[in-house]
């Protein structure tokens, strides 16, 4: 089945809290993880919470990443939102899992934006 | 079950197609759906597409909106993602969903970061 975007959902627990609390470092691996996967980066911005934690977003040709991170629970959400044939969001997720050291990663994949042609569903072999 | 974030992963379809492809459109009614929900905008970040589709993004200090239109398909997936219990979610997807006059909204809601503590679930009415 085709989707016009794909999403994953990425649970890192037991991630390396220092450099979960690293703005600097958080913006460096997820403008990498962009590049690492196929995308052209188009926008990005981070930005650090008191007493910890930072959130950011790197809007891609293809979609965005987004990230936030619990250091205190070891802890970040991300998102790695692409589309087309061109990106990999694979690579972009293990890239990250490396980066933080996550010891205990979890991935939901979801399709967006299921689409009926004609009544059907678009498939893969069709487009 | 208490979570650190509470994500509404949301699909627009039967939207306007002209508003969907509107910059200036989309990138006031995300930043008022944000203040609707209770939010506080940190930063924001639009782009248009060539020959159509707008990405764009809302970060908050409760963590982030995005969003991405096909208005060939008349389809935006968008992603509201909150912490805390100051905002509701709930108030920033109507919000859209009507700015946008979608007439086939679907909304999957996911727990982001369920985390053990002392090797139990953390419930709401322990917080």
Redesign the interface.
Known sequence: MDS??R?L?V?L?DCNADLLNDLEFVEKVMLEAAQAAGATT??H?F?P?IPHGI???V?I?E??L?I?T?PE?K?A?I?I?T?GNTVNPDIAAQYLIDKFKCQDPSI?E?K??V?LVGGNLKFKAET
């Open positions: 016009l975007g999403q959902v649970e627990k188009v926008a911005s930005h919470f959130s950011g977003m809007i040709a979609s965005h987004a936030h619990w629970y802890y959400a998102d939102f589309c939901l979801l967006r934006g689409i």
